[in-house]
Structure formats: C-alpha cells, structure tokens
C-alpha cells in the first residue's frame, strides 16, 4: 500500500513527516534508511514520525538519514504546528514540548538544558563546561543535552572548520558512547552568534535547531552570551531566548508538498 508522506523543512533541515495519528505505520531503522536516501528514496535529513498521545496533542519520533533513532528534533517540533495547523503539546522521548504557531513558522519551549556528564552523555566523568578533549584545532568544547548530546565549540571563524572530516571523526569518538552532534560557533557580539553543524546520524546539515539551543546553552552557561540571540545558520536564522532556566526557540517552518511512496 502506498504510504502518504509531506516534505517539510525548517531553514532547510529537510523532513520526510509521516502522519500516523489516523493508523499505526510500522517504522524501524531500515525503513527510514530507505525513505531518507537522497538517490534511491524521498530524501531527508530527519524521518519523523507523528502519532497520537495520552497525554499530548501528538507524539513525535525521530529518526535518523542512517536509520537511528534519537530523542529529539528542534527543526522538526517547529514542523508540527505547522503541520496540524494549531498550537500542539507535543509528547518526546525527551520530554513533553509546547509548540506555539507563529506566522511563518513557530516557537517552541524546548526545555531546560542538561550540562551533566551522564546526561549528554559521556564515557567518563568530565567538566561539561570545556571537556580536556581535542581533534586537531578544535580543543575543549563545551557539552550539553537538549534531550540529545551536543558538542559546543567556540572559535574565531567557524566557516573555517574543516567539518566534514573533523564531524564524523568526533561523532565516533570513544568518549561518546551514543556519539554526537558537533557544533562550531562564533561568537559575533553578545546577542549575535554564527554556527555550523555536523549531525550524528546525518551529517552536515543546513541548520540544527537543538545544536542551536545547546550552543546558545552553553554560551549561557559560559557567561559569553545574553538571554536573547540571534543565532545564524547555514540554511537562515534563529531567535534562541533563556525565560526561568528554559530555552525558547523560535524559526520558520515550511510544508513543502505532500507525496505517496511504494517504500
Ligand atoms: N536536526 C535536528 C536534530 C536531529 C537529531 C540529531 N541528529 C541527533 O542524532 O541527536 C534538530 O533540528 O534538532
């Protein structure tokens, strides 16, 4: 049978969105591998996989271009209104999420940031503040959660990072056991941050809204940033803000059509 799918995007981290809340779609590693493979499927950084919820408006699954399945998904939570049409609560293996539609896109609360070595997590007790790491000219990152593990790593020009031979690399790190997402940021004043992203799982993408939030939680934490900024990405800009200890994202969100697949 033909499974109905719409391609979403947010700042071009690029969806394929299943809307199972009418009937259960059977998911698992291999099929989204399938659906997400940019020459032989749809194509998609990120499968997600909307349901219902005993206690939300949704559930939201997340999977990987390589098949693994996380806990979170920034960009996609930003999808979901948009998709429904409405304000959702929407229910995470990380955490329940309120996402607010906004014009254009939409602005999620996506919770407390986590700086413990257990919860990013790590192979051994570290400072989460500047972990005694490095790879070549990138050296002690900044780590946080924001329902999955992020790297921070604050340099003078992050364009100049060579990220898609240093990203795999510190992915597969034996210090992380469930790998990670590497950020590089420059810090362009108090309220104003440039960054880049390697995404476990799926490589270099044109935005990661969680890395954004850890990277922003991190500068926080850091003392080197304000509560609001302006956060620049490959594929277009964020507002992160900090409101009683929790992050708030806000960002387009866009439905870009609606298609069947035999896959
Ligand atoms: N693109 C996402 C993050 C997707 C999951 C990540 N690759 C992981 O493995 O944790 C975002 O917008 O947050």
Redesign the pocket.
């Known amino acids: 049978m033909a499974l109905r799918f719409h391609k979403m995007h ?1 700042l071009g ?1 690029d969806f394929v969105v299943i809307d199972a809340r009418e009937g259960a779609v059977a998911m698992d590693a291999a099929r989204a591998r399938a659906l997400a493979d940019r020459r032989t499927g749809v194509g998609c ?2 499968l997600i996989l909307i349901g219902p919820a005993d206690d939300a408006d949704v559930s939201m699954r ?1 999977f ?1 271009a390589d098949g ?1 399945e ?8 930003r999808c979901v209104p948009v998709l429904v049409g409405r304000d959702v609560t929407v229910r995470t293996a990380a955490g329940l999420l309120h996402a607010r539609l906004e014009e254009g896109g939409a602005a999620v609360d996506m919770g407390p940031p986590r700086f413990g070595w257990d919860e990013v997590p790590l192979a051994y007790p570290m400072d989460t503040a500047a972990l005694p790491l490095a790879w070549g000219e990138l050296a002690r990152p900044a780590a946080a959660s ?5 790297l921070a790593f604050f340099v003078p020009d992050h364009m100049a990072v060579p990220l898609e031979a240093l990203g795999p690399e510190i992915e597969h790190d034996a210090a992380f056991p469930e ?3 590497v950020n590089v940021a420059t810090i362009l004043s108090r309220t104003h941050v440039a960054m880049r ?1 390697w ?4 490589g270099l ?1 044109q ?7 850890a990277t922003f939680a991190s500068g926080r934490r850091l003392r080197l940033l304000d509560e609001r900024v302006r956060m620049d990405l490959p594929g277009g800009t964020l507002t992160l803000s900090e409101q009683d200890g929790r992050i708030l994202m806000q960002g387009p969100a866009t439905h870009v059509f609606t298609g069947e697949t035999e896959l």
């Not at 924001?146 to 992020?150: A, Q, S, V």
């Open positions: 947010g981290n950084d990120q997340i990987n693994s996380v806990s979170a998904c920034g960009n996609a939570t924001m329902g999955n593990p992020h790998r990670i997402n992203t995404e476990r799982g799926a993408t935005a990661c809204g969680t890395g954004a939030c």
